[in-house]
């Protein structure tokens, strides 16, 4: 490297310092800004306290409605309460008013903190309302009060009561080391009561999927509404825009998709006449995405069979979701939740790259320093296919002179073909290929391209901490400041530095 290039990645240097230090704002002005965020985050304060009043009065008017005729009446008024199951690996805490979900918790994952266990679904931001019918009303379960019958440490039914004899039982079911809660829905003693020829049950569920990891716009790319159709492939609603699709086919399973974590539904009779939503939320809210989905499954109103639901609460890894598929004749395909390219990457990554990544992590090195190895065995790999590429490009460095004294020697379009021959010529004689590079850069471009996919979807390295940074599934934020600067944001990561430092030196060496 000669000394003018040192003095302009030096001078370079100086200037992003010194203009990331100019740009930070004045102490008033970031008074200032925070008054106006306070004065933003008030308002709407206000306003959802006044919407909340608002729905709360309309709730209550359209019970105080309700005809003492009502076939679960006695259930319209109760006590709230909050019951509990758990295993080693989560908690799941259900609501009296409409026996379904409340809160979930899993325990060996952590909040920002690094020490609270972590919060998937959050009391409150989720609903989820079962809809029964009969010849005179339309029974929804978020009305009335359940009662916990059957509770042990991992299970709990929760009973809809008509009469003594005539129940609709919600029971959830939790197994050792699983993320996966079993649900079934069962009518006992309602024949006549409920319609006959209703075979169906209406679900309505959705979620304010709260931020959860450390950047807003990162996390909100990969928080997506995914949901798979029978015999096909899953696909997902648009994530950078509010989006809506109304689906006629059955679908397995709905899932509501944070980076790293999901919460979804899935039916063995499947779900038909899906009406799907995903909404933006807005930077600095607390949430990402607001999503909801209506759709129905089957239902025995005579309570022969049982609707068979289960609800997976957990991480989104790739082995953890491969897992839940032994020993079913139907696979529901949930590792489809961590995003691993298209087709052929996807191939790459499912059979090298993941298993090369836990056999280093069994190794029990930290997790930079098995990048680094995973890095180091990758580009070994390709190492012969990359030797031909700088082989070749080395060859047509060398021969340059002779093909620009050719060129010289053949200016006129018409000696074009007597060009062309000749520099052919001059390949052949020193075993020179004009595409020897191309062919060896597009066999090694999957592998990287497959690597680079993988890496942003492992949960492994949530909260790992290397070096300087402490989360490697995020940018490291080597300097910070308030102010956002165009094209640099709110801070400056070393590792992008450095990794633009390496192109420049790679590209001045090679």
Known sequence: MDKNTIIGLVLIGVLLVGFSIL??????????QQHYYDSIAQVQQREAELKAKQEAALENERI?????????????????QEVTIENNVASLTLHTKGGVLYQSVLKEYKEQDKQTPLTLVRGGDAEMNFLFYNRDEIIETKDYYFTPVQQTDSSVTMRLQADSASYIDFCYTMHPDNYLVDFTIQAVGMEGKLASTNRHVDIEWSERARQIEKGYTYENRLAELTYKRDGEGSDYLNANQDDEEDIAETLNWVAFKNQFFSAVMLSEAGFQKASLASRMEPKGSGYIKDYSASMN???????????????????????TLT?????????????RLVYLGWPLFRWINKWII?????????????????????????KAAVFPATWKTYLSSAKMRVLKPKIDEINKKYPKQEDAMKKQQE???????YGVSPMGGCLPMLIQMPIFIALFMFIPSAIELRQQSFLWADDLSTYDAFITWDAHVPFIGNHLSLFCLLFSLTNILNTIYT
Do not use: C
């Open 64 to 80: 105080a409605r309700r005809d003492s005729s009502a076939l679960f009446r006695q259930a319209l008024h109760g006590t709230d």
């Open 323 to 335: 897992a839940l598929d032994k020993g079913r004749d139907k696979d529901w395909e949930l590792n």
């Open 23 to 32: 740009s930070r704002p004045s102490q008033e002005q970031l008074e200032a």
């Open 354 to 378: 993941i298993n090369l990544f836990d056999w280093l992590q069994g190794w029990g090195l930290s997790m930079g320093v098995v990048l680094l190895f995973l890095t180091i065995i990758v």
């Open 423 to 429: 520099i052919m010529g001059v390949y052949s004689q």
């Open 297 to 319: 499954t089957a239902f025995d109103p005579t309570g022969a069979e049982p609707t068979r639901l289960y609800l997976y609460l957990g991480p989104n890894h790739y082995k």
